[in-house]
């Protein structure tokens, strides 16, 4: 089993091609922590699904892109989302700012990987500098 490499893997870890889910993953693990029981069981649900695709041969789900096995379990994981959305706004105009800015990085970084994605990013040779020169081309808005 490999479950770090399913997170954080350069071959299709799920929160490095999905931004947004980090700090969906975060604030679930506070409100398990804090004792929501809804909590507790999204995040029984997300480690199992983890451990599973980490146990399998093919652990990086072959050529998808960032993880997608786990959309399977995107509807759970609205509540934690829903649960970050109502933090931020109930803080001050700057923290909501942020948020939101936050949220439009991240949402555009996703999309432009899933834009530029080609299916040798889950080979072996796939490297940290050329995910880095596809984020830079995103940031820069070049092709």
Sequence with gaps: MVPGMVLFSLRNGWPIYTPLMLPVLITLILHAWRGTR???AILLIT???CLLYSAWWCWWLGSSYGGRGFIDIYALLAIPLAWLIRSVLERP???RFA????SYAFITLNFGLMERYKWQWSWEEWNWQGLFYQISCIVAGTS
């Design 38 to 40: 809804a909590a507790r």
């Design 47 to 49: 480690t199992i699904s």
């Design 93 to 95: 105009w700057s923290a």
């Design 99 to 102: 948020g939101a800015l936050f």
